[in-house]
């Protein structure tokens, strides 16, 4: 379902997505719909995505190096695989 045809909310007009994190290990982490806390500052900055960064350190990766990190934007949120 693109942005164009789905009539389920008005959520996701006319935003674009935004990713934080450098990606050197091409780790992508989705996350749902952002928080209200992170509309008015930064994405990630939530209790949820700090308990994930503490996990993934405790084994050795850093998030904001070696991972990217986005939220959906969509309602049904679908995956191809090629």
């Not at 935003?15 to 450098?22: D, E, Q, R, S, T």
């Not at 990606?23 to 952002?34: E, S, T, V």
């Not at 503490?54 to 934007?73: P, Q, V």
């Amino acid at each position: 379902m693109s942005q164009d045809n789905c009539s389920s909310c008005d959520r996701c007009k006319d935003k674009k997505l935004k990713f934080i994190g450098n990606g050197n290990k091409d780790i992508l982490i989705i996350g749902d719909y952002p928080t209200e806390e992170e509309s008015n500052t930064v994405l990630g900055n939530n209790k949820y995505i700090r308990f994930l960064k503490s996990n993934l350190f405790s084994i050795g990766i850093d998030f904001n190096e070696y991972c990217f990190f986005t939220t959906t934007e969509n309602s049904d949120v679908n995956i191809y695989y090629n």
